[in-house]
């Protein structure tokens, strides 16, 4: 019995260690899927406006039926990515930006931009962006850009969709 | 047997056994359930550096692309005011007053966290929607309901997330247990 001893304790310190990495890497896998999944709509660096969600909806869980969403999965390779969001009639909207490791980097709404336009320049550190552009700074190279309109009643989202695809988003070179 | 293969076996079934209780625990977690508020659960940290990896982890798997609490907070609901599993079978009566934030929705999802097929099209329940914001009822029911209804679509098990966007403290603080909807169940 004990020549087990050791073995066992290495197996408790390597349980242990399995536990903790699987848990943080745990947002990035599932960052990383959805960022895929995404970008098959439109592909990467660009701006796809959805559709209302509905049952059908599977890119993304818990969507909200209640939001228009316009997502831009971003890669950083080959350098920043320009978000320009045009105001929309809505009572709510915002842009967010989320990194790879689901943390939230950016997030702006209506009411704080006085329904004015909203540029920012997503980059990693290091890479230069544009004078006069806000910078927003991300860990790793891929993440999502998201637009949410509140649509408050069904019949105006002809008019909100028409809109929101003002907006875009692309690369800098 | 050799001394190796003892450390082999020990060290590939720890490993294994502490990735499974990782992937395990983060699929039995509830979506904000870093504090229960009567049968609401919600967290304040999502999408924040500040969050811990269990709570980062249930949110990336359960509300992916949540946004920070100063933008909006997020309650969910499993169970219903008495404890008891959330039953797509069965009628609920949930019950609010005046919710201090901008504006407001309640949305029923299944478990995995998608929105629940129904002939009438109905997911959620917005405050625009509601007639008297200081004091509503949603009825919560497989079959349609004269007022505000949320169908279930007849699923066993569903879940109710409210969203409060832009909420009047900044997302500093929880809304009370009075400040929530109730959920009562009324039959099946």
Known sequence: MRAWLMPLVLGFLLAVAGYVTAMMQFPQVLMGFATSRISKAAGYNTLFASPMATDKARAIVRPSPDLAYSSCPFDLVNGPVLVDVEPVPAPYWSLSVFDARTDVAFVRNNLDANNQPIRIAIAQDGQPVPDGMQAVRVSGKTGIALLRILVQDRAQFAAIDAARKKSNCKPLS | ?188
Not at chain 2, 133 to 144: C, G, I, M, N, R
Not at chain 2, 147 to 156: A, E, N, S, V, Y
Request: charged content about 15%; glycine content about 12%; proline content about 6%.
């Open chain 2, 1 to 188: 047997m050799q001394p190796w293969i003892r450390y082999v076996i020990c060290g590939v079934a720890g490993l294994a056994l502490g990735a499974g209780a990782a992937v395990q625990r983060v699929r039995t977690g509830a979506f904000g359930a870093s504090t229960a508020i009567g049968p609401w659960t919600t967290g304040k940290d999502f999408g924040t550096a500040g969050a811990s990896a269990y709570t980062r982890a249930v949110v990336s798997l359960r509300g992916i692309l949540a946004l920070p609490a100063h933008e909006a907070r997020y309650y969910n609901a499993a169970v219903d005011s008495a404890g008891q599993p959330l039953d797509g079978k069965c009628r609920y009566r949930v019950t609010g007053k005046a919710i201090p934030a901008k504006w407001w929705s309640l949305t029923l999802y299944d478990h995995p966290g998608y929105l629940v097929a129904n002939q009438a099209n109905i997911f959620s329940v917005a405050s625009a929607h509601v007639p008297n914001p200081a004091s509503w009822t949603v009825l919560v029911a497989p079959a349609e309901q004269a007022g505000l209804w949320l169908p279930t679509g007849r699923i066993d098990r569903f879940e109710l997330t409210l969203r409060t966007y832009l909420p009047d403290d900044g997302g500093a603080g929880n809304l009370t247990r009075d400040q929530l909807p109730s959920i009562v169940k009324e039959g099946c």
